[in-house]
């Protein structure tokens, strides 16, 4: 077998959670959207809901129908995309409630399913999705006479402790919310570690969960290993992969292993990567083809059976900053090749 492993350690997500929560004196909810950030929602989801976990966010409602199947009747699946057109029956009969965006997705839902749950989405400055205030000023007292059950926003700078938009969005939700009886949340990761200002009635995680900055005291939780399928000598000299991009300044042994970038591990970490024999690290050298790479193995004492790429010493987030991307893209690139392993939870 060559495939990769892929092996998520479900207490690490669960602790991750509960420090998460611990931040705050607001409800804990967790964002499993792209499948958990790669990782499986179904196993992320239902370790969570064993942890406490009583609302979960997704971003459309095809992924809220996966996950409900998941986890049964008795938590509350939101809908970041809202209510659009088709997604009626779907969150009808799969129990979702959509965070309505606009005006006519708000018509769209009281007139299809007037008794459903719905939350409300505000826009406070990221201008991506959201009412906008005269918006809400002419819906808000309709939307909150109906079953509402919570307000949102989300922040563009909270990984940004200082930056400004934190607070001028802060103050806009305030604006937007204060005074009205239903819940309201603003913060992601992020937001929850800018401090209470920001928590509100309920925070919603999402890469914090999965070992991801900004959330800096996060255990790892993604752990990838890929198998050597070759181990080969060159000469000082010889040139290793497509485009001949390495060439051998000594004598040197090249391990081929299986994964490359139609496996997530995108062309552009090439340079500057590293995998890891325990807690030994040998160079990527030459460039990720779509099934493969290679690394520069001379310097290891014994030859491994396989070499990691994420694990304690190389996180997404240091392997995202090889290839001038976030831990978020790396991780929802995971490919579908990997055999999932999960332990914990
Ligand atoms: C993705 C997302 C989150 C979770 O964000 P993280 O930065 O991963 O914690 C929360 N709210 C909204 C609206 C999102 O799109």
């Known amino acids: ?15 991750n959670w509960r420090a998460l929560d611990a931040l705050s004196t607001a409800e804990t909810a967790a964002v499993v959207k792209a499948d958990g950030y790669g990782l499986g929602a179904g196993k992320v989801g239902r370790a969570l809901m064993r942890a406490g976990v009583k609302r979960f966010f997704v971003a459309v409602a095809e992924e809220g129908a996966i996950l409900r199947q998941a986890l049964g009747p008795n938590v509350e699946i939101c809908i970041f995309s809202g209510h659009m057109r088709g997604d009626t029956d779907m969150i009808g009969d799969m129990m979702l409630t959509p965070m309505i965006n606009t005006v006519g997705q708000l018509t769209r839902h009281l007139e299809a399913l007037p008794e459903h749950p719905f939350g409300i989405q505000l826009d406070t400055g990221m201008n991506r999705l959201g009412l906008e205030m005269s918006e809400w000023a002419s819906v808000a007292e309709i939307a909150l006479s109906q079953n509402c059950r919570m307000v949102i926003s989300h922040l563009a700078c909270a990984d940004e402790p200082d930056h400004p938009m934190n607070r001028q969005q802060l103050d ?47 255990q790892p939780v993604a752990y990838l290993d890929l198998p050597v399928i070759q181990i080969r000598d060159v000469e000082e000299g010889e040139t290793v992969g497509y485009g001949n991009s390495w060439t051998a300044p000594r004598p040197s042994k090249i391990a081929t292993v299986s994964g490359g970038y139609a496996d997530g591990l995108i062309r552009a970490l090439g340079a500057g990567a590293h995998l890891y024999h325990g807690a030994q690290q040998v160079p990527v050298v030459g460039r990720v083809s779509m099934d493969l790479i290679t690394a520069d193995v001379t310097d290891l004492p014994d030859l491994p059976g396989a070499l990691s790429i994420l694990g304690p010493d190389q996180t997404v987030d240091t392997l995202a900053a090889c290839a001038g991307t976030i831990g978020y893209e790396i991780l929802t690139s995971l490919g579908a090749r990997y055999q999932r392993r999960y332990s914990g939870g």
């Open 1 to 15: 077998m060559s495939t990769g492993f892929l092996n998520v350690d479900l207490e690490a997500l669960v602790t």
């Open 172 to 218: 806009q939700f305030h604006l937007m919310t204060d005074g009205i009886s239903v819940p309201r949340s603003l913060a992601a990761t992020g937001g929850i570690l800018l401090g209470p200002e920001y928590h509100f009635d309920m925070v919603r995680p999402g890469v914090g969960l999965y070992g991801g900055h900004p959330f800096a005291d996060a």
